[in-house]
């Protein structure tokens, strides 16, 4: 007799500015995901962090599929609290929660510590990690220490920006023009910009600022191949897997929002057309990367790589995108693996992690005099 489905939540949409690509992502795994194994739960989040019960949620989806807005609406519960007693209930029952809310309270390791207090097995990176690969500029500091190359930057807070904002475009100009801007805790380029003079500055740091309280200024390099690799766990102690490199390729001046999801001419190419050394040293970043923040579950790492081979590692994403446009999902079924399976080994890996601490706990009770 075959086993019974069991429950799988899905937690999307959220207060980040990421808010849309969130609720894309998360149709997109609950399309996927194999209905013999798993019975979906949605999770919808509005924009003011309020959470809607599994049947608004579903309510939501259902507008949205027949043409409505890409916004989760606040629930008519909202004057219960930020998450009503019914919805809380539904999700301590589930079997296991896949959280596909990006950006701030969703990657950061908000969410993902709030899940933990609930004790139900989840998708992806604990605390720590999600916290640490969310912050790009803090994330850098422990990529440089294990030897990891990344682009030459500064880090700017809004206060310092305040006080004297002449000071804040000078020290950025000493890095040379051009250089990006962006969000140190920030996601799908939103708040990003590239700065080609002084002039461009006051702008692209007032964005950037308008998303988060810290800022990183970057050296820019000249005309780069964006190429991103992912990362995936393996259960029983197994080494993670590491996906062939991908390419993305733009005709517009950086691979910025626009380019992610509303421009048709951007091509996503997996595997990417590299020589293999060049490739595998990617790879070996990739997963460096993933052990120096103590990743889990699944990780996409964003390289800018030259004309002559050289490369920076940009940012590491534990929440990776799984749209129709996002490579994460393309290069692992590229190897054979689909985006059903992938969703299979990515709970089973959350499942896994958390029969181990609870074999861990009780074996530390169990030591106690």
Known sequence: MPEAARSLGVVFGGASVEHTISIRSARAVMAAANTERWRVVPFAV????????????SRALSNIQQGGREEIPDPASSRQGRIPQSTLAALVQCDAVFPLIHGASGEDGVLQGFIETLDVPYVGSGVAASALAMDKARCKQILRDVGI?????????????RSDPTAVAR?????????????????????????????????ALAAAFACDSDVLIEEAMPSPREIECGVLGSTGGRPPIVSPPGEIRTQRPFYDYIAKYEDPATELIAPAQLEAQLAEQLQRAALDAWRAVGAEGMVRADFLVDNDGRFWLGELNTIPGFTSASMFPRVFEAVGIPLSDLIDRLVELGIERRHGRANRATADREALP
């Open 171 to 203: 020290r950025a100009a000493e890095i040379g023009y051009p250089y990006f801007v962006k969000p140190s805790r920030g996601g799908s380029s939103i708040g990003a910009g590239r700065v080609d003079s002084r002039e461009d500055a006051a702008d």
């Open 149 to 161: 190359r990344v682009a030459p930057d500064i880090t700017v807070s809004c206060d310092e920006w």
């Open 46 to 57: 509005s924009r003011a962090g309020h959470w809607l019960t599994p049947e608004e949620s």
